[in-house]
């Protein structure tokens, strides 16, 4: 029997029954998905429970006692959701700065000719990652607010840094159209530097001669901000903190439930990385840091220039899931009065009632969390393993 033709429609195509069992496995999760959804309601209706999204465009009513998007009372539930999610972002993107720069250091330590080094790495990520995270959590939480002294004891650095049980205060720009054209230049110096030291790894790969980058780098960043600064006026107005009986005004401020959270997720997170980066740079051969000793560079550029970029495809993929713990675990900032999007939304329940819908908006957001920092990660995974090639 002669064979079906290309893109023709035969039952005994492997392709086309595929495509028909895949298509039937969607309508049926299509269909429970329907029938959950029209059960709950109906229930609901029922036992006159209201339901729907439209709570969310009523005033909320509540404070939030940290936020930096300008959130009032007297504000919609989406306003208060959206205060909720800039916070969740807080921790998460800081937090997974520093847990990639702490997590990388004491990766690398791990191989250190140091005894000593190499032991306190050690030491440090046995003892973070069996230490459960809430635990963590609460545990700086009451060192901020039992252990640090009063507002009236506060620790301090003349009129610029003050310490205390309300947490740290410190000056802060007060808002300039200079301060914007410095971060141009911020930004602009940075894609120097980018560029830079792409140029310099090629110089390296094709000669074997190190360029100096870190400094090059220090150097463009703060020149390009320095330079904007100058060219948008040079302004000079801070919002200094001012301590009075009960409190310090002013200023730019850290709470101690956002310390505590931020401190303690970087801390349990970043043992794992150093983990993983220690299985990323023992999985390169013996054979790769010899070459690079015969070259005649030092263990520093060995590491830096040679071990690190073949170590990144082995990294990159659990690093990823790491990245995507330390945003889910953020949730857990509820437990030290944290006002993170659970928080809110655990408020926002009690108000209105509306379980289902508060419950569905915190997985929706965090479901698109995970995707984002899954796609970028994806990417820049893709582009690691062409540079690799």
């Known amino acids: 029997m002669p064979a079906a033709r290309r893109g023709s429609f035969s039952w005994r195509s492997k392709q086309v029954r595929g495509a028909i069992y895949q298509l039937l496995v969607l309508a049926a999760v299509g269909f429970l998905a329907w029938l959950l959804i029209s059960n709950t309601l109906a229930n609901m209706k029922s036992r006159g429970i209201q339901s729907g999204f439209d709570f969310l465009t009523q005033t909320a009513g509540f404070d939030i006692g940290e936020q930096i998007i300008g959130y009032e009372s007297d504000q919609p539930y989406w306003r208060a959701f959206l205060a909720g999610v800039v916070n969740t972002l807080r921790v998460a993107v800081i937090g997974i700065v520093l847990t990639t720069i702490l997590?990388?250091?004491l990766g690398v330590g791990r191989f250190s000719r140091n005894a000593l080094v190499r032991g306190l790495c050690y030491a440090y990520v046995e003892c973070?990652?069996?230490?459960?995270?809430?635990l963590q959590l609460l545990m700086w939480y009451l060192l901020f607010t039992e252990y640090l002294p009063s507002i009236d004891e506060a620790l301090h650095v003349g009129d610029w840094l003050y310490l205390s049980k309300n947490g740290i205060s410190f000056p802060f720009p007060v808002a300039s159209p200079g301060y914007l054209?410095?971060?141009g230049g911020l930004v602009a110096g940075a894609v120097v530097a980018f560029v830079y030291a792409r140029q310099a790894r090629k110089v390296f790969d094709m000669t074997g001669r190190a360029r100096p980058v870190l400094w090059v780098t220090i150097a463009l960043l703060a020149g390009g901000a320095v330079a904007g600064w100058l060219a948008g006026g040079a302004p000079w107005q801070w919002n200094m903190p001012i301590k009075t009986d009960i409190q310090v005004?002013?200023?730019g401020a850290l709470s101690p439930e956002y310390l505590a959270v931020l401190l303690g997720l970087v801390l349990y997170t970043s043992a794992f990385v150093a983990e993983v980066v220690r299985g990323?740079?023992?999985?390169?051969?013996?054979g790769q840091h010899e070459a690079s000793a015969s070259l005649g560079?030092?263990?520093r550029l060995s590491m830096r220039l040679v071990i690190l970029p073949q170590a990144l495809r082995v990294i990159i993929p659990p690093m990823t899931n790491?990245?995507?713990?330390?945003t889910k675990n953020s949730s857990l900032a509820v437990a030290v009065g944290y006002p993170d999007v659970v928080s809110i939304a655990n408020t926002s329940l009690n108000q209105t009632g509306r379980a289902v819908e508060c419950i569905t908006i915190?997985?929706?957001?965090?479901l698109t969390l995970s995707l984002v920092t899954s796609a970028f990660m994806n990417w820049f995974n893709a582009r690691a393993a062409i540079k690799e090639r």
């Open 103 to 105: 997590g990388t250091l």
């Open 128 to 134: 973070f990652r069996n230490i459960p995270v809430l």
């Open 181 to 183: 054209v410095a971060l």
């Open 249 to 251: 005004e002013g200023g």
């Open 280 to 286: 990323g740079i023992a999985s390169v051969g013996a």
């Open 297 to 299: 560079l030092s263990p």
């Open 322 to 326: 790491q990245f995507l713990n330390l």
């Open 362 to 366: 915190i997985m929706l957001i965090y």
